[in-house]
Structures are given as C-alpha cells and as structure tokens.
C-alpha cells in the first residue's frame, strides 16, 4: 500500500525560508510524477510544483523563481524548497503522486508565513 508522509512545515516570517519532504512507501516512486498542491482556507486546492519521472519541472506563476521541487529516487522522497516566502504562501500542503490511473495523497502539513 503507497502511503506519503509529509514533513517540514511550520512557522516562519516573511523572506524566510522552509523545505517540505514527502516520503513514499512502495516500489513505485521512480515511476510516479510527483507533485505539491496547497490549500489556503476557504480557497480551492491548487498545484504548486510538478516533477516528472524524468526530472521535468512545472510551477505555479506565482512562485516562480522563489520554489524548487525536486526528487532522490534512492530514497523515495520529493522535496519543496521555499525561499523569500510571503504570507499568501500560508495553506496546507500536501503531497501527491500519480502513477497511470493511480494517485495517491499525503495527510498534509500545515505552513504559515507571518508579515
């Protein structure tokens, strides 16, 4: 059973920075696009950062230049570097991976940037 285990987040003031790890149970990390999406209270769950099983990236416009996502397939863990942080970054964030028809989420962890 695939099971995602987030860490990393926490409390930090504006221009901060913060790394979220995900790590994955099961044999399958290397074949997974990895992904992390958030959600800010009474706001929709949106993609942040996307990595591919051959290391492609995608962003969120509004973080651009200031996040990183990246993998360690030997150690089936995702990563999200995130520097100059804002306010508006604050919202839970969660993992995912998919994998064909198959996707899976971690219980999330909650980030909180203060002004």
């Known amino acids: 059973q695939v099971q995602l285990v987030e860490s990393g987040g926490g409390l930090v003031q504006a221009g901060g920075s913060l790394r979220l790890s995900c790590a994955m149970s099961?044999?399958?990390?290397?074949?997974?696009?990895m992904g992390w999406y958030r959600q800010a209270p009474e706001k929709q769950r949106e993609l942040v950062a996307v990595?591919?099983?051959?290391?492609?990236?995608n962003y969120l416009d509004s973080v651009k230049g200031r996040f990183t996502i990246s993998r360690d397939n030997a150690k089936n863990t995702v990563y999200l570097q995130m520097n100059s942080l804002k306010p508006e970054d604050t919202a839970v964030y969660y993992c995912n991976a998919k994998v064909l028809h198959f996707q899976a989420w971690g219980q999330g962890t909650q980030v909180t940037v203060s002004s």
């Open positions: 099961g044999s399958i990390f290397s074949a997974a696009t």
């Open positions: 990595i591919t099983t051959t290391g492609n990236t």
